[in-house]
């Protein structure tokens, strides 16, 4: 079963280290703990409640448990992360993260979204010269400005 304990809000991972530990140096049968980053003061720990009650007694920043199991479905959409999917279009501007230009900037002029490639011409450089890159080496600066369409009456 899985149960919630109450944690002070931005201790959950000193609380998850002393449980951790505990749950090693005394061998009490749970069989994980986890913290989901958008629950703020709340840990889920799986294992039978007197277990969960032996492992958590004492440690500090623990608030209590909610000795109400909670059911797997109820916290699923916080274990499986979701896949982002981030457009990058030409006319964005976007930083190197990896390899021998890590560091530049530069603005994309081409997206092959077959290949997962983008072309770019660095800002930097005297010469503008067309760099192809795997998405995966980049991350977005500045999406490119959409231009307000004027109406004339």
Same mark, same amino acid.
């Given at each position: 079963m899985i149960f919630t304990i109450r944690t002070t809000t931005g201790r959950e991972n000193v609380v998850i280290k002393s449980l951790v530990s !505990?749950? =090693? =140096? !005394?061998?009490?049968?749970? +069989?994980a703990v986890v913290h989901p980053e958008e629950l703020r003061g709340y840990i889920?720990?799986?294992g039978d409640l007197t277990s969960v009650g032996e492992a &958590?007694?004492?440690i500090?920043?623990? !608030?209590?448990?909610? %000795? +109400?199991?909670v059911k797997i479905e109820e916290i699923e =959409?916080?274990? /499986?992360?979701e896949k982002q999917e981030i457009k990058i279009?030409?006319? %964005?501007? /976007?930083?190197? /993260? &990896?390899?021998p230009f890590k560091g530049e900037r530069g603005k994309v002029? !081409? &997206?092959d979204e077959q290949k997962s490639e983008l072309t770019l011409e660095l800002l930097d450089a005297a010469i503008p010269i067309p760099v192809t890159l795997s998405m995966n080496s980049l991350r977005i600066s500045e999406k490119k400005k959409k231009e307000k369409k004027k109406i004339e009456l």
């Open positions: !505990r749950i =090693k =140096k !005394r061998n009490i049968p749970i +069989k889920f720990i799986e &958590v007694q004492g500090p920043h623990i !608030r209590g448990i909610i %000795d +109400k199991p =959409k916080f274990l /499986v992360p279009e030409a006319g %964005d501007i /976007v930083e190197i /993260v &990896v390899g002029t !081409r &997206v």
